[in-house]
Protein backbone atom coordinates (compact mmCIF):
# COMPACT_ATOMS: atom_id res chain seq x y z
CA UNK A 1 0.00 0.00 0.00
CA UNK A 2 2.94 2.26 1.10
CA UNK A 3 4.42 1.33 -2.50
CA UNK A 4 1.04 2.30 -4.46
CA UNK A 5 0.92 5.83 -2.22
CA UNK A 6 4.37 6.79 -3.29
CA UNK A 7 4.58 5.88 -6.77
CA UNK A 8 0.89 7.86 -6.94
CA UNK A 9 2.67 10.59 -5.34
CA UNK A 10 5.88 10.62 -8.11
CA UNK A 11 3.38 10.14 -10.98
CA UNK A 12 1.46 13.46 -9.37
CA UNK A 13 4.33 15.58 -8.96
CA UNK A 14 5.18 16.84 -12.13
CA UNK A 15 1.49 17.94 -12.40
CA UNK A 16 1.67 19.88 -9.25
CA UNK A 17 5.10 21.27 -9.78
CA UNK A 18 5.78 24.30 -12.09
CA UNK A 19 8.95 26.44 -12.41
CA UNK A 20 7.52 29.30 -14.36
CA UNK A 21 3.72 30.18 -15.37
CA UNK A 22 3.44 31.87 -19.22
CA UNK A 23 1.06 34.72 -19.59
CA UNK A 24 0.22 34.42 -23.15
CA UNK A 25 -1.75 38.08 -23.52
CA UNK A 26 1.13 39.64 -21.80
CA UNK A 27 3.57 38.31 -24.01
CA UNK A 28 1.56 38.79 -27.18
CA UNK A 29 1.16 42.45 -26.35
CA UNK A 30 4.38 43.27 -26.35
CA UNK A 31 5.96 43.30 -29.74
CA UNK A 32 9.92 42.63 -30.78
CA UNK A 33 10.72 45.88 -32.53
CA UNK A 34 14.40 46.22 -33.43
CA UNK A 35 16.23 49.66 -31.95
CA UNK A 36 17.43 50.19 -35.78
CA UNK A 37 16.89 49.17 -39.52
CA UNK A 38 19.09 48.92 -42.25
CA UNK A 39 19.56 48.91 -45.92
CA UNK A 40 21.78 48.55 -48.43
CA UNK A 41 21.95 50.98 -51.25
CA UNK A 42 23.36 50.53 -54.78
CA UNK A 43 24.44 53.27 -57.24
CA UNK A 44 23.90 52.80 -60.77
CA UNK A 45 24.63 54.99 -63.46
CA UNK A 46 22.61 55.75 -66.38
CA UNK A 47 24.30 54.46 -70.19
CA UNK A 48 26.31 56.44 -71.91
CA UNK A 49 25.52 59.36 -68.89
CA UNK A 50 26.93 61.15 -65.68
CA UNK A 51 23.83 61.12 -63.58
CA UNK A 52 23.69 58.60 -60.67
CA UNK A 53 20.43 56.14 -59.43
CA UNK A 54 20.24 54.29 -56.29
CA UNK A 55 18.48 51.17 -55.65
CA UNK A 56 17.63 50.55 -52.18
CA UNK A 57 17.18 46.81 -50.42
CA UNK A 58 15.05 46.99 -46.98
CA UNK A 59 15.60 43.71 -46.63
CA UNK A 60 11.58 42.77 -46.49
CA UNK A 61 10.78 39.24 -47.32
CA UNK A 62 8.84 39.07 -50.70
CA UNK A 63 10.13 42.47 -52.22
CA UNK A 64 12.56 40.92 -55.06
CA UNK A 65 9.98 41.48 -57.67
CA UNK A 66 9.24 45.36 -56.95
CA UNK A 67 10.96 48.07 -58.35
CA UNK A 68 13.88 49.07 -55.69
CA UNK A 69 14.75 52.29 -57.80
CA UNK A 70 14.50 55.54 -55.05
CA UNK A 71 11.48 57.45 -56.24
CA UNK A 72 10.53 60.81 -55.57
CA UNK A 73 6.82 61.96 -54.44
CA UNK A 74 5.28 61.68 -57.73
CA UNK A 75 7.10 58.20 -58.81
CA UNK A 76 10.02 59.66 -60.71
CA UNK A 77 12.96 58.29 -60.93
CA UNK A 78 15.72 60.13 -58.70
CA UNK A 79 18.20 60.91 -60.79
CA UNK A 80 21.48 62.48 -58.50
CA UNK A 81 24.78 64.65 -60.57
CA UNK A 82 27.29 62.32 -58.25
CA UNK A 83 27.38 59.37 -55.87
CA UNK A 84 28.73 62.24 -53.27
CA UNK A 85 25.30 63.51 -53.58
CA UNK A 86 23.68 60.65 -53.55
CA UNK A 87 25.09 59.37 -50.00
CA UNK A 88 24.52 63.23 -48.68
CA UNK A 89 20.37 62.28 -49.63
CA UNK A 90 20.76 59.54 -47.84
CA UNK A 91 22.17 61.13 -44.64
CA UNK A 92 19.58 64.25 -44.74
CA UNK A 93 16.90 61.37 -44.24
CA UNK A 94 18.72 59.93 -41.69
CA UNK A 95 20.89 57.04 -42.57
CA UNK A 96 23.69 56.40 -41.26
CA UNK A 97 26.35 55.06 -43.08
CA UNK A 98 28.05 51.02 -41.63
CA UNK A 99 29.91 49.93 -44.16
CA UNK A 100 31.03 49.45 -47.72
CA UNK A 101 29.65 45.75 -49.33
CA UNK A 102 31.44 44.27 -52.22
CA UNK A 103 30.20 41.04 -53.15
CA UNK A 104 32.44 38.27 -55.54
CA UNK A 105 33.33 39.34 -58.42
CA UNK A 106 31.24 42.47 -58.94
CA UNK A 107 33.40 46.02 -59.85
CA UNK A 108 30.66 48.15 -58.09
CA UNK A 109 30.38 48.77 -53.86
CA UNK A 110 27.19 49.18 -52.13
CA UNK A 111 26.71 50.99 -49.09
CA UNK A 112 24.83 49.64 -45.88
CA UNK A 113 23.05 52.27 -43.78
CA UNK A 114 21.19 51.90 -40.80
CA UNK A 115 18.46 54.16 -39.01
CA UNK A 116 16.76 54.28 -35.66
CA UNK A 117 13.39 52.59 -35.95
CA UNK A 118 11.19 55.58 -34.45
CA UNK A 119 11.49 57.24 -37.63
CA UNK A 120 11.28 54.89 -40.14
CA UNK A 121 8.33 55.78 -43.13
CA UNK A 122 7.78 52.75 -45.42
CA UNK A 123 10.05 53.88 -48.17
CA UNK A 124 12.96 56.16 -47.79
CA UNK A 125 11.84 59.67 -48.99
Given amino acids: MKKLLLLAAIGLLPYFASAQRYNASRADSVTNTPAETYCIVSPSRVIFGEKVS ?63 TSNIPSRVN
Avoid at 76 to 98: C, D, H, P, T
Fill in 54 to 116: LDIDYGIAGDENDDKTLVDTKGKKIKFNSLAEALNYMAQRGWLFVNTLRYGADDYSRYLFRRK
